[in-house]
């Protein structure tokens, strides 16, 4: 808590490369997003200009080809459903790919901004539950404190995104929505006890008291973060390609909630609560860290 | 009741709802299969696709589930009474094999064929069907494999127009004969949602759900007369093997009603049509009635009612009876009105997963799952020690009444295993942990704290379900809008992350402080060091 300075100055820096990289890399976005069509060919050892002239042969226009670790995904603008699919089945026959082991995914562009807008507003309904349940079962500022961690995590998870020039799918929106939850079960657990510990508060000042709630706290948050983070690692590096898409948004994420909930949350609450009349004389009397 | 009774008492519930669980998950067998009943027989064999090649092998029937694998022979035809029979798995499909008894299909003597489930087959005078096997937990489209589409109108259009969209879209793809295909309204009644599992033929079955609708009427007198005997509700007229006198486009109303003919009781179906119809109507009924001969309403090719005329028809309106339900009357009448696809759809999102792909990201999802459990649960030991094992068995705990839930839901049809779901539960199975640690870091905080163990255990499981109850309700907060809102694959997440938080509070209340609170007077004292809480004061 003492060095709360330096942890300011660390997400500082790390919202400030975040949004930077948001603003002048921006984020791709998935044919979810924008419409177009995905193939997803695994189970062959084709090589990826063997997948490229296969795909000019069948007629696919402008291919993103990525390789997997067996197999590769080929993007393109293609919204006509019918097209794609012929398109799909051509490149797997050319590339002798059995058709069990090939995946077409095709979206229409106005679908995909319904889908983003359903995810916004479930977002913003989400921040409105959360404000009003800790605001109501502990108090606004813990409410407003935790809200601020969050959306650090939100911003930082995207801007790491952003950096690695990773494409933003719909898991990717699912796995932020659930940072939003995940980095709050962590808040609130420190918040928890540092309430607990205002109930008898007299021999020290409050920033004291939420540092030893802290430290209390330490070995919990240690444990319970790993015992999250874990399986979503796993999850990541042996998931699969679908599955390592949500596990990397929340990987960041987990760790970045948890970061926050400890350098964040926890210090910007304690400032404010120390200006309260009650606080500040307790910090004149007792003050012994800054 | 004292304290103790109370929390052997919670155990005991525990064991029930466990069983309950366990009951649901029991049948875990393969999510395809072929099941067959002979005589007093009947088993199943696992097949990896939803249709299946039956033929004759050189001992007996064989089912073939993949183009590449071997012929899987599921009942000798010497033993087919006897269920245990066991056969060699060296069988093969053998294109000399000749047998004594018949398969018949569908009346045909066949060597082999191809079959969907459902279809009955004999062999000699033994009953045979597919059947898809009941599996614990459905597996979505995108594990299992098939085709999904979303379509959307082009204009927003109102929720009758979707609903009349909905029935031709349902009579549609009952015409492709895919079993558990499900057609439903989604997203405020502005999007269809077509899921065709297992189909193989993603290209035609596209085609079929993109068609216009024309609705025909035909004279099934004038069909070759080999056809005129199948004209039945749900057959598919071959195409160009007829030739309509009027389209659906003269059709100006049809209402379903109940009867007022008390010699023709139920329900029927009035129709009225434009000057053009009615007119066209006059000619064919006048020469139809004399001999009662039928007329087809076709919808894209498939008969959907045969009504004989019963006489001359020259006013224009007109009432279809044929002791109609009121729901088939209903929908008749909704076809008669819109047969043409009443709002203009496109092809939002269209997915076709391959089957082996989608079992592939489940392998290797449940094993990413496992293998972070392990590594979860060796860490645990390492710094719980005897308190970590506790935790093992609360995780299990935890896992067999969530999964027992999904699969009961499941069962219920409310619920199938999407990627996004999986996810779901691995996030669960982190957060159950976390509860865990919860309880017990507090149990050891408040032993330091000079406690004895038991008011330890007392003490701190209070406090630490009250911070948990709190993380988990702001968790479930955040869930609940994206479940109500969002759109496609994220409402799976949403909905297991959900219930892995009810069924992690469950776990914690019946199993793990109760079990805290009963080793706290017994085995805890005993030997401390192994629960790693050394410096606590003695009883």
Same mark, same amino acid.
């Given at each position: 808590?003492?060095?709360?300075?330096?942890?300011?100055?660390?997400?500082?820096?790390?919202?400030?490369?975040?949004?930077?990289?948001?603003?002048?890399?921006?984020?791709?976005?998935?044919?979810?997003?924008?419409?177009?069509?995905?193939?997803?060919?695994?189970?062959?050892?084709?090589?990826?200009?063997?997948?490229?002239?296969?795909?000019?042969?069948?007629?696919?226009?402008?291919?993103?080809?990525?390789?997997?670790?067996?197999?590769?995904? *080929?993007?393109? $603008?293609?919204?006509?459903? =019918?097209?794609? &699919?012929?398109?799909?089945?051509?490149? %797997? /026959?050319? +590339?002798? @790919?059995?058709?069990?082991?090939?995946?077409?995914?095709?979206?229409?562009?106005?679908?995909?901004?319904?889908?983003?807008?359903?995810?916004?507003?479930?977002?913003?309904?989400?921040?409105?539950?959360?404000?009003?349940?800790?605001?109501?079962?502990?108090?606004?500022?813990?409410?407003?404190?935790?809200?601020?961690?969050?959306?650090?995590?939100?911003? *930082?998870?995207? $801007?790491?995104?952003?950096? =690695?020039?990773? &494409?933003?799918?719909?898991?990717?929106? %699912? /796995?932020? +929505?659930? @940072?939003?939850?995940?980095?709050?079960?962590?808040?609130?657990?420190?918040?928890?006890?540092?309430?607990?510990?205002?109930?008898?508060?007299?021999?020290?000042?409050?920033?004291?008291?939420?540092?030893?709630?802290?430290?209390?706290?330490?070995?919990?948050?240690?444990?319970?973060?790993?015992?999250?983070?874990?399986?979503?690692?796993?999850?990541?590096? *042996?998931?699969?390609?679908?599955?390592?898409?949500?596990?990397?948004?929340?990987?960041?994420?987990?760790?970045?909630?948890?970061?926050?909930?400890?350098?964040?949350?926890?210090?910007?609450?304690?400032?404010?609560?120390?200006?309260?009349?009650?606080?500040?004389?307790?910090?004149?009397?007792?003050?012994?860290?800054? | 009741?004292?304290?103790?009774?109370?929390?052997?008492?919670?155990?005991?519930?525990?064991?029930?709802?466990?069983?309950?669980?366990?009951?649901?998950?029991?049948?875990?067998?393969?999510?395809?299969?072929?099941?067959?009943?002979?005589?007093?027989?009947?088993?199943?064999?696992?097949?990896?696709?939803?249709?299946?090649?039956?033929?004759?092998?050189?001992?007996?029937?064989?089912?073939?589930?993949?183009?590449?694998?071997?012929?899987?022979?599921?009942?000798?035809?010497?033993?087919?009474?006897?269920?245990?029979?066991?056969?060699?798995?060296?069988?093969?499909?053998?294109?000399?094999?000749?047998?004594?008894?018949?398969?018949?299909?569908?009346?045909?003597?066949?060597?082999?064929?191809?079959?969907?489930?459902?279809?009955?087959?004999?062999?000699?005078?033994?009953?045979?069907?597919?059947?898809?096997?009941?599996?614990?937990?459905?597996?979505?489209?995108?594990?299992?494999?098939?085709?999904?589409?979303?379509?959307?109108?082009?204009?927003?259009?109102?929720?009758?127009?979707?609903?009349?969209?909905?029935?031709?879209?349902?009579?549609?793809?009952?015409?492709?004969?895919?079993?558990?295909?499900?057609?439903?309204?989604?997203?405020?009644?502005?999007?269809?949602?077509?899921?065709?599992?297992?189909?193989?033929?993603?290209?035609?079955?596209?085609?079929?759900?993109?068609?216009?609708?024309?609705?025909?009427?035909?004279?099934?007198?004038?069909?070759?007369?080999?056809?005129?005997?199948?004209?039945?509700?749900?057959?598919?007229?071959?195409?160009?093997?007829?030739?309509?006198?009027?389209?659906?486009?003269?059709?100006?109303?049809?209402?379903?009603?109940?009867?007022?003919?008390?010699?023709?009781?139920?329900?029927?179906?009035?129709?009225?049509?434009?000057?053009?119809?009615?007119?066209?109507?006059?000619?064919?009924?006048?020469?139809?009635?004399?001999?009662?001969?039928?007329?087809?309403?076709?919808?894209?090719?498939?008969?959907?009612?045969?009504?004989?005329?019963?006489?001359?028809?020259?006013?224009?309106?007109?009432?279809?009876?044929?002791?109609?339900?009121?729901?088939?009357?209903?929908?008749?009448?909704?076809?008669?009105?819109?047969?043409?696809?009443?709002?203009?759809?496109?092809?939002?999102?269209?997915?076709?997963?391959?089957?082996?792909?989608?079992?592939?990201?489940?392998?290797?999802?449940?094993?990413?799952?496992?293998?972070?459990?392990?590594?979860?649960?060796?860490?645990?030991?390492?710094?719980?020690?005897?308190?970590?094992?506790?935790?093992?068995?609360?995780?299990?705990?935890?896992?067999?009444?969530?999964?027992?839930?999904?699969?009961?839901?499941?069962?219920?049809?409310?619920?199938?295993?999407?990627?996004?779901?999986?996810?779901?539960?691995?996030?669960?199975?982190?957060?159950?942990?976390?509860?865990?640690?919860?309880?017990?870091?507090?149990?050891?905080?408040?032993?330091?704290?000079?406690?004895?163990?038991?008011?330890?255990?007392?003490?701190?499981?209070?406090?630490?379900?009250?911070?948990?109850?709190?993380?988990?309700?702001?968790?479930?907060?955040?869930?609940?809008?994206?479940?109500?809102?969002?759109?496609?694959?994220?409402?799976?997440?949403?909905?297991?992350?959900?219930?892995?938080?009810?069924?992690?509070?469950?776990?914690?209340?019946?199993?793990?402080?109760?079990?805290?609170?009963?080793?706290?007077?017994?085995?805890?004292?005993?030997?401390?060091?192994?629960?790693?809480?050394?410096?606590?004061?003695?009883?």
């Amino acid at each position: 808590m003492g060095r709360r300075k330096i942890l300011f100055a660390i997400s500082g820096v790390l919202l400030v490369v975040a949004i930077g990289s948001l603003a002048f890399r921006g984020l791709t976005f998935g044919i979810e997003f924008q419409g177009g069509t995905v193939i997803t060919l695994t189970n062959t050892s084709a090589t990826i200009e063997q997948v490229r002239s296969a795909a000019s042969g069948a007629g696919v226009s402008n291919p993103v080809i990525q390789t997997t670790s067996r197999g590769f995904i *080929i993007r393109t $603008g293609e919204t006509d459903t =019918v097209a794609a &699919e012929s398109q799909a089945t051509k490149l %797997a /026959a050319a +590339l002798k @790919i059995a058709q069990t082991d090939t995946q077409v995914s095709t979206i229409g562009p106005e679908w995909g901004a319904n889908v983003t807008n359903s995810a916004l507003v479930a977002f913003g309904v989400s921040m409105l539950a959360i404000l009003a349940y800790i605001s109501i079962r502990f108090e606004y500022k813990m409410a407003v404190t935790g809200m601020v961690a969050l959306l650090h995590d939100a911003v *930082i998870t995207l $801007g790491i995104y952003s950096l =690695v020039g990773r &494409e933003v799918g719909p898991n990717t929106i %699912a /796995a932020l +929505l659930t @940072i939003l939850g995940y980095s709050l079960y962590d808040t609130i657990v420190v918040f928890h006890r540092i309430r607990e510990n205002t109930e008898n508060l007299s021999k020290k000042t409050f920033m004291d008291m939420a540092n030893d709630s802290l430290n209390q706290v330490f070995a919990r948050w240690v444990n319970t973060g790993l015992a999250s983070v874990i399986p979503v690692v796993t999850l990541l590096l *042996i998931g699969g390609t679908t599955l390592k898409d949500f596990a990397f948004a929340l990987t960041i994420g987990l760790l970045s909630g948890a970061y926050s909930s400890i350098a964040l949350a926890s210090p910007l609450y304690a400032m404010w609560k120390e200006r309260e009349p009650r606080y500040l004389a307790l910090r004149k009397k007792f003050a012994t860290s800054k | 009741m004292d304290s103790r009774q109370k929390n052997y008492l919670l155990l005991a519930g525990l064991v029930v709802l466990l069983i309950g669980a366990l009951l649901f998950l029991l049948p875990l067998k393969a999510a395809d299969s072929v099941s067959w009943q002979a005589g007093t027989a009947s088993g199943s064999s696992a097949l990896k696709e939803s249709k299946a090649v039956i033929g004759l092998t050189a001992d007996g029937i064989g089912v073939q589930a993949t183009a590449d694998s071997s012929m899987k022979p599921i009942a000798s035809l010497e033993r087919i009474t006897d269920s245990t029979a066991t056969v060699p798995a060296s069988w093969r499909i053998s294109a000399t094999a000749e047998s004594t008894l018949p398969i018949t299909v569908a009346g045909a003597v066949v060597k082999s064929a191809e079959l969907s489930y459902g279809t009955t087959f004999t062999v000699g005078s033994s009953s045979f069907s597919l059947q898809e096997g009941a599996a614990s937990i459905t597996q979505g489209l995108d594990l299992r494999g098939g085709l999904s589409v979303i379509l959307t109108p082009k204009k927003p259009a109102d929720a009758v127009a979707m609903q009349r969209a909905l029935v031709i879209m349902n009579t549609r793809v009952n015409g492709l004969g895919v079993s558990e295909a499900t057609v439903q309204l989604e997203n405020d009644n502005q999007a269809i949602l077509v899921q065709l599992p297992g189909v193989r033929d993603a290209a035609g079955a596209l085609e079929v759900i993109g068609q216009a609708g024309q609705l025909e009427f035909v004279e099934v007198a004038s069909l070759p007369t080999t056809l005129q005997a199948e004209v039945t509700d749900g057959f598919k007229m071959p195409a160009g093997s007829y030739k309509p006198f009027m389209t659906g486009e003269v059709i100006t109303t049809a209402n379903a009603k109940a009867s007022t003919d008390v010699t023709r009781p139920g329900y029927e179906v009035s129709i009225g049509m434009n000057a053009t119809g009615t007119k066209i109507w006059a000619d064919v009924t006048t020469r139809s009635f004399p001999t009662q001969a039928r007329i087809a309403i076709l919808l894209d090719g498939t008969v959907v009612s045969a009504p004989a005329v019963n006489e001359a028809i020259t006013g224009g309106d007109t009432s279809i009876t044929g002791n109609f339900t009121a729901e088939e009357a209903r929908r008749l009448a909704m076809i008669l009105q819109s047969g043409a696809l009443p709002v203009d759809l496109q092809f939002s999102q269209t997915m076709v997963v391959g089957p082996t792909l989608g079992q592939d990201s489940l392998r290797q999802g449940v094993f990413a799952a496992l293998v972070g459990l392990a590594i979860v649960a060796v860490y645990f030991v390492v710094y719980y020690r005897g308190l970590g094992v506790l935790n093992w068995l609360a995780l299990l705990v935890f896992f067999v009444l969530y999964i027992g839930v999904l699969a009961a839901m499941s069962r219920a049809g409310q619920f199938a295993l999407s990627l996004p779901g999986l996810a779901g539960i691995v996030l669960s199975i982190g957060l159950a942990a976390d509860t865990s640690v919860l309880i017990f870091e507090r149990f050891s905080e408040e032993i330091d704290m000079g406690r004895t163990y038991r008011s330890a255990a007392k003490s701190g499981s209070f406090h630490a379900i009250m911070t948990s109850l709190d993380a988990d309700a702001v968790s479930f907060a955040s869930a609940i809008p994206l479940f109500i809102f969002a759109v496609g694959p994220v409402k799976g997440f949403a909905l297991t992350l959900m219930i892995g938080l009810v069924c992690d509070l469950a776990a914690a209340l019946l199993f793990t402080i109760p079990a805290l609170k009963i080793l706290a007077e017994t085995l805890v004292p005993k030997m401390p060091g192994f629960f790693g809480v050394k410096g606590g004061a003695s009883k």
